[in-house]
């Protein structure tokens, strides 16, 4: 059974860091591209950031890139999310997940399940 757990929920001021962590189980995830989503309130859900398989490859959204570090231990089966300078616009729920397919190297956002999300962790970045 596929698990994903998020942690890390926080409330910063603008400017300010947090660090988000995922530990997965269920499947062999050291196999699978990583990813982290966000969904604010009235919005769809978005992908933030990816990992690929092998740990090298990333791709950020064009609002995060620089702030934003994405990453994994493998042997932990866990992905990480650093996140420096917050933003107010960076409020949102925050969700990993895994690719459809292992050893890809694919990590656009049709790529990523749809049918499998943690509870996610709610990050707040007031003004």
């Known amino acids: 059974q596929v698990q994903l757990v998020e942690s890390g929920v926080g409330l910063v001021q603008a400017g300010g860091s947090l660090r988000l962590s995922c530990a997965a189980s269920g499947r062999p995830f050291s196999a699978y591209n990583m990813a982290w989503f966000r969904q604010a309130p009235g919005k769809e859900r978005e992908l933030v950031a990816a990992?690929?398989?092998?740990?090298?490859?990333?791709y950020y959204r064009d609002s995060v890139k620089g702030p934003f570090t994405i990453s994994r231990d493998k042997a932990k089966n866990t992905v990480y999310l650093q996140m420096n300078n917050l933003k107010p616009e960076d409020t949102a729920g925050y969700y990993c997940?895994?690719?459809?397919?292992?050893?890809?190297?694919?990590?656009?956002?049709?790529?990523?399940?749809?049918?499998?999300w943690g509870q996610g962790t709610q990050v707040t970045v007031s003004s």
């Open positions: 990992i690929t398989w092998t740990g090298g490859p990333t």
């Open positions: 997940n895994f690719a459809k397919e292992r050893y890809r190297m694919t990590m656009n956002r049709n790529s990523f399940e749809e049918n499998y």
